[in-house]
T-cell receptor
Framework: DAGVTQSPTHLIKTRGQQVTLRCSPK?????VSWYQQALGQGPQFIFQ???????QRGNFPDRFSGHQFPNYSSELNVNALLLGDSALYLC????FGTGGNTEAFFGQGTRLTVV | SQQGEEDPQALSIQEGENATMNCSYK?????LQWYRQNSGRGLVHLIL?????REKHSGRLRVTLDTSKKSSSLLITASRAADTASYFC????????????FGKGTRLHILP
């Protein structure tokens, strides 16, 4: 039973470029959440996808967008990259609507460096 | 914005000692979870405690929850070098949307 998988592991991009990060949730999970973690900080919630729709969004600009596919996998897209977008991007999968029993499983993350 | 806030920000103890980390949060919750993160990699789920529970154990871990004070503590007994990591509390803000919000974490260093 595969856990949460993210790709790529590391990525270096240039300012102004666009990047796509990918996540496959744990088997049996239908919800994917994305987090950004700057060095020395806690993960910051970007958005959550369920039933191929964005259900929740944190305080991130429209440059951050996402998608969920019918097989529940998800992509995070960031346009017009800034140096400040350098961070570890974490994907979490869970089962929606578990009403207080939401145990989220995390992938190993994608380390994005913008130069 | 951060929902939880861990205290202390950093903690160094000798191997074999107990480590205690605290977490305070702002809004009512369904549950509170503790995670461990090694060297900036993925988060490992340690324990989930529901709002109607006061204490929970898992191996060398003991978690308490005081909803009246909106606080939780994580106790690691008989610490080992492998426990060196960052520890985060996360809450779900009791709005049934399953989004979980993290604090800034406690960086624990176990000295040999």
């Amino acid at each position: 039973d595969a856990g949460v998988t993210q790709s790529p592991t590391h990525l270096i991009k240039t300012r102004g470029q666009q990047v796509t990060l990918r996540c496959s949730p744990k088997s049996g999970h239908d919800t994917v959440s994305w987090y950004q973690q700057a060095l020395g900080q806690g993960p910051q919630f970007i958005f959550q996808y369920y039933e191929e729709e964005e259900r929740q969004r944190g305080n991130f600009p429209d440059r951050f967008s996402g998608h969920q596919f019918p097989n529940y996998s998800s992509e995070l897209n960031v346009n017009a990259l800034l140096l400040g977008d350098s961070a570890l991007y974490l994907c979490a999968s869970s089962q929606f609507g578990t009403g207080g029993n939401t145990e989220a499983f995390f992938g190993q993350g994608t380390r994005l460096t913008v130069v | 914005s951060q929902q939880g806030e861990e205290d202390p920000q950093a903690l160094s103890i000798q191997e074999g000692e107990n480590a205690t980390m605290n977490c305070s949060y702002k809004t009512s919750i369904n549950n509170l979870q503790w995670y461990r993160q090694n060297s900036g990699r993925g988060l490992v789920h340690l324990i989930l405690i529901r709002s109607n529970e006061r204490e929970k154990h898992s191996g060398r871990l003991r978690v308490t929850l005081d909803t009246s004070k909106k606080s939780s503590s994580l106790l690691i007994t008989a610490s080992r070098a492998a426990d060196t990591a960052s520890y985060f509390c996360a809450t779900d803000a009791m709005n049934r949307d399953d989004k979980i919000i993290f604090g800034k974490g406690t960086r624990l260093h176990i000295l040999p």
